[in-house]
């Protein structure tokens, strides 16, 4: 029992991080109808930023962690946010009206093209991160076994819920929520009715962007070491999950990211941990044969 | 009272390869006015509606738009400016709803221009600014307005799709009319409603001349609704002009006539069918019985 709770309180932890990952996949997917390959890129950069984010305000002498990880949150989210904008600028826009394949390949060598980027500028190795956020407590003992929740996973469970709050609402509320949610549906019709449909959809790689670098933030936070190739796994992991919750649902995003997060840490922990990223890629082809809406999916209806 | 100009269409010409889809088409539609285009199936009235706003760059001619003493170049503006800028908005004959938002939304989507200015870039709105409340308000508020108008306020927060197909219709007309247009663009609007729908429609169309004080421009087959309130009809044929004045003017012209039931009266009608769209002469057979 007690190595279970263990188990869920690591998988909510992991799940929050693919989660926020596959918020990006679901948005992009939603408004323009395609899968953006290069947002597990995304992702990694943000990680890079944070643990140069980190380093700068190490040297300036910033040492009290609460603040540190507030700024290094703002600065990794500002800057992942202009790479994702101008990713979504530069490989995509141009390509707008094009066969539907074109952005796919081109999204796919953005991909490579920021893998090695990041590997030429930042170099190969693993780049270490000393932990910041230490300590945590015991939620209870049974048999010699201690459940452990860190202050770390507590921070970033707790940080997924306020931005998943923060996000339902923009889209729920804001004129830029509406905006998203009307172009998702008919962008011409948004167009007559004055929405500024290539706006709408940079912001959507901004937002989407933005979360990913919250995501990367996390991880380096967690595992403590980031290379260049970190995203294509994570990617394909969130994209994962973003099919499993049904691809342009955000809540099943999020559904998919604790689901995959969830299998992953069971699986590590029951069968073999050497299998698990098997056991996730499981569940892609498992849904994709039996049930490729997902579980909040909506059956694609077909556009007159 | 002499009417203000509002549209100034001026040798309009837009080609698709070497067809011809409109061909020198010159008109004004006025304020306070409502302006009809009628004319068989295929005529070009919806490609004139698609270079009004802004789907097709017309291959030639000038679309100028009269607002507050300026006058814009209609077809130098963006597609997603239109609205703003030059104040048309549209309807489409095949009914375009966002299906998947309420019967209110779709209403507060079309003033997006005002909120988005209210809530810079949607921030204000994150954090509940009072500025942005009040703008909010007063948006929900011009939506309750229309949804009055067209009866549909007891069921604001149905999904759009769920409604009936000519509470559609009017939620598609109210949701063009909440972002305050200068010139209603109405394609087809009357298209499957029942002799009382479009009887209410027009009563609505009429009121919303009368009191908005805007122009309203209408593709419309169906007569009753072309006769019964239309200051001014244009007709084409084949991408071409053929005829312009008041309803009575028009019925009474021999080349709308001739348009419409063909050369040599209906005997002659099955041999020429596969020329012409059959739907033409049915809006034909209805012309005349109006006419008649």
């Not at chain 1, 305000?57 to 101008?86: C, D, E, H, Q």
Request: aromatic residues 10%.
């Amino acid at each position: 029992m007690a190595y279970f709770l263990q188990q869920l309180i690591n998988g909510l932890t992991l799940g929050a991080i693919y989660g926020l990952i596959a918020i990006g996949y679901t948005m992009v997917y939603g408004i323009i109808g395609m899968i953006n390959f290069a947002h597990g890129e995304i992702y990694m950069i943000g990680a890079f930023i944070s643990i140069i984010a980190f380093l700068v305000l190490g040297l300036a002498g910033v040492t009290y962690v609460p603040l540190a990880l507030a700024i290094v949150l703002l600065i990794t989210m500002l800057f992942t946010s202009i790479y994702g904008w101008a990713v979504e600028r530069i490989a995509y826009r141009p390509l707008r009206g094009s066969f539907r394949l074109a952005p796919l390949i081109s999204a796919i060598g953005m991909s490579i093209f920021l893998q090695n980027y990041v590997q030429i500028f930042q170099g190969a190795r693993g780049k270490p991160m000393p932990p910041v956020v230490q300590g945590g407590f015991t939620v209870f003992e049974s048999g010699g076994f201690a459940v452990r929740l860190s202050y770390l996973q507590l921070f970033i469970m707790l940080l997924t819920l306020a931005l998943m709050i923060g996000f339902t609402t923009l889209i729920a509320v804001t004129p830029l929520g509406r905006a998203q949610r009307a172009c998702e549906q008919d962008m011409r019709m948004a167009a007559l009715l004055g929405v500024d449909v290539d706006r709408v959809i940079s912001l959507t790689f901004v937002m989407g962007a933005a979360l990913a670098a919250v995501a990367g933030l996390m991880v380096t936070l967690y595992y403590g070491v980031v290379d260049f190739f970190i995203g294509f796994l994570a990617g394909v992991k969130a994209f994962t999950a973003a099919v499993l919750g049904g691809v342009g649902s955000l809540p099943g995003a999020m559904l998919g990211g604790i689901l995959i997060g969830l299998i992953e840490a069971f699986w590590s922990g029951y069968f073999s941990v050497e299998y698990k990223d098997v056991s996730v890629f499981v569940v892609l082809i498992l849904v994709l044969v039996f049930c490729p809406t997902g579980l909040l999916g909506r059956p694609e209806v077909e556009k007159v | 009272m002499s009417p203000v100009p509002l549209l100034a269409v001026e040798n309009l010409t837009m080609c698709f390869g070497g067809l011809v889809a409109v061909d020198n088409i010159s008109f004004t539609a006025y304020r306070g006015e409502i302006t009809a285009i009628i004319g068989p199936n295929g005529a070009g009235k919806t490609t004139v509606f698609n270079c009004l706003t802004g789907f097709y760059r017309p291959s030639a001619g000038r679309l100028a738009v009269h607002k507050d003493g300026e006058i814009l170049q209609l077809e130098r503006i963006e597609g997603f400016r239109i609205v703003r800028r030059a104040g048309i908005a549209r309807t489409f004959q095949n009914i375009r709803l966002f299906a998947g938002m309420t019967v209110l939304e779709n209403l507060i989507v079309a003033q997006h221009n005002p909120l988005m200015k209210a809530s810079v870039f949607s921030l204000a709105g994150l954090l509940g600014l009072p500025r942005y409340r009040a703008a909010e308000r007063a948006a929900v508020e011009r939506a309750r307005h229309w949804l009055d108008r067209i009866g549909l306020t007891d069921r604001a927060d149905w999904l759009a799709a769920a409604l009936p197909y000519g509470a559609q219709r009017r939620l598609e007309i109210a949701r063009a009319l909440c972002t305050g247009p200068a010139l209603l663009c109405l394609d087809e609007p009357a298209a499957g409603l029942n002799p009382r729908e479009s009887a209410e429609l027009n009563d609505l169309l009429l009121g919303v001349r009368d009191e908005e004080q805007i122009g309203i421009l209408l593709i419309e087959h169906d007569m009753s609704v072309v006769m019964g309130i239309s200051d001014h009809v244009i007709v084409l044929d084949y991408g071409r002009k053929i005829a312009d004045g008041t309803p009575a003017e028009v019925r009474a012209d021999p080349e709308v006539i001739k348009a419409y039931l063909g050369e040599d009266e209906i005997d002659n009608a099955a041999e020429e069918a596969p020329l012409r769209p059959l739907a033409g002469r049915e809006g034909g057979a209805r012309a005349n019985g109006a006419a008649a």
